[in-house]
């Protein structure tokens, strides 16, 4: 368990201010439910609840990781990966030539990609899935001597492994990083990213309902504006740069951080519904209430953790 001082303490304010943001999220929810619907069903008042429930559960899980430390973080983003692959993979075509690869993806890729993290094995860890499973993967399907479709079936396993696997394993993985002077704090990094992130998906939201006007993407995201981009982009950059103090970033650097991995966030989000739309389905699946699948929930974390790794392993590791 976490020592209560020092980088705990630290962990305990960011997490005492999120319980707070959504303690308020809570009783606007109670007072839109009580005094403008007044029981009566409301499309956009119900989902707004729904989020803010799914939320406390959401942090309360992501808070009992932290409060576990490593072990409890690896083990969270493995069961992560493992029901985000399933998601991905239960809505690709795939035939009985498919399974052995499938299974190595489940069974020996995934827990093999975790262990990387958990010894800090780097050299290995970087290159295990882009290039040895991306490799054998193939392998497998062809020897199976199905060749239906074959290219379209072997690159969805593979995007699969890398998207849900690679790309998520990069959260867990920045416990790797030894970054002078933050020594025992990287927990940190791991909130800080979190919070920027689904900051900004919220944020863009909340700026979206507010002055949305122009869509960005009609066809694959709907509710996406330029608005809400704009806006909440500009509020989760300045919520990173006011998050530095648990940083080892300064300001700037905590603000630049921030609108990269926020940016980033955005793309990813339209990348996987552009997927969800060549599927012909709204959402991943149903596991989080009000958000929908695990998929849903992490689509911009996916495309930002692992830049954001990789700029803090260049520029703030020796």
Same mark, same amino acid.
């Given at each position: 368990?976490?020592?209560?001082?020092?980088?705990?303490?630290?962990? !305990?304010?960011?997490? /005492?201010?999120? @319980?707070? +943001? &959504?303690?308020?999220?809570?009783?606007?929810?109670? #007072? %839109? *439910?009580? $005094?403008?619907?007044?029981?009566?069903?409301?499309?956009?008042?119900?989902?707004?609840?729904?989020?803010?429930?799914?939320?406390?559960?959401?942090?309360?899980?992501?808070?009992? !990781?932290?409060?576990? /430390?490593?072990? @409890?973080? +690896? &083990?969270?983003?493995?069961?992560?990966?493992?029901? #985000? %692959? *399933?998601? $991905?993979?239960?809505?690709?075509?795939?035939?009985?030539?498919?399974?052995?690869?499938?299974?190595?993806?489940?069974?020996?890729?995934?827990?093999?990609?975790?262990?990387?993290?958990?010894?800090?094995?780097?050299?290995?860890?970087?290159?295990?899935?882009?290039?040895?499973?991306?490799?054998?993967?193939?392998?497998?399907?062809?020897?199976?001597?199905?060749?239906?479709?074959?290219?379209?079936?072997?690159?969805?396993?593979?995007?699969?492994?890398?998207?849900?696997?690679?790309?998520?394993?990069?959260?867990?993985?920045?416990?790797?990083?030894?970054?002078?002077?933050?020594?025992?704090?990287?927990?940190?990094?791991?909130?800080?990213?979190?919070?920027?992130?689904?900051?900004?998906?919220?944020?863009?939201?909340?700026?979206?309902?507010?002055?949305?006007?122009?869509?960005?993407?009609?066809?694959?995201?709907?509710?996406?504006?330029?608005?809400?981009?704009?806006?909440?982009?500009?509020?989760?950059?300045?919520?990173?740069?006011?998050?530095?103090?648990?940083?080892?970033?300064?300001?700037?650097?905590?603000?630049?951080?921030?609108?990269?991995?926020?940016?980033?966030?955005?793309?990813?989000?339209?990348?996987?519904?552009?997927?969800?739309?060549?599927?012909?389905?709204?959402?991943?699946?149903?596991?989080?209430?009000?958000?929908?699948?695990?998929?849903?929930?992490?689509?911009?974390?996916?495309?930002?953790?692992?830049?954001?790794?990789?700029?803090?392993?260049?520029?703030?590791?020796?």
């Amino acid at each position: 368990m976490l020592p209560l001082h020092g980088p705990a303490r630290t962990t !305990a304010l960011l997490f /005492g201010g999120v @319980g707070g +943001v &959504l303690v308020l999220a809570s009783l606007v929810s109670w #007072a %839109l *439910r009580r $005094f403008v619907t007044r029981g009566a069903p409301h499309p956009a008042i119900d989902n707004f609840h729904e989020r803010v429930k799914a939320w406390w559960v959401m942090v309360a899980v992501i808070g009992l !990781a932290f409060a576990l /430390g490593k072990g @409890g973080v +690896v &083990l969270l983003f493995y069961l992560i990966s493992f029901y #985000a %692959l *399933r998601e $991905f993979l239960s809505l690709a075509y795939t035939r009985l030539g498919d399974h052995n690869a499938m299974a190595l993806a489940f069974f020996i890729g995934l827990p093999m990609q975790y262990f990387l993290v958990w010894t800090d094995w780097y050299g290995l860890y970087s290159i295990f899935i882009p290039v040895y499973a991306f490799l054998v993967l193939p392998i497998v399907s062809a020897v199976g001597g199905d060749t239906k479709r074959f290219l379209e079936r072997t690159s969805k396993v593979q995007w699969g492994l890398m998207v849900c696997v690679f790309c998520i394993s990069h959260v867990p993985a920045l416990l790797m990083l030894r970054i002078p002077g933050f020594e025992g704090r990287n927990l940190l990094l791991i909130a800080f990213l979190v919070i920027v992130v689904q900051g900004s998906d919220v944020l863009q939201y909340v700026w979206g309902k507010l002055l949305g006007r122009r869509k960005v993407a009609p066809l694959l995201s709907p509710s996406k504006t330029w608005e809400g981009l704009v806006g909440g982009v500009a509020s989760a950059t300045l919520l990173g740069a006011a998050l530095s103090w648990a940083t080892p970033f300064t300001p700037a650097q905590a603000a630049l951080l921030a609108f990269m991995i926020c940016v980033m966030g955005f793309f990813g989000g339209l990348v996987m519904s552009a997927i969800k739309r060549d599927r012909g389905v709204k959402d991943w699946g149903s596991m989080i209430e009000g958000h929908g699948g695990m998929l849903d929930r992490l689509d911009s974390v996916i495309f930002a953790a692992p830049v954001y790794f990789h700029a803090l392993r260049y520029w703030f590791v020796p």
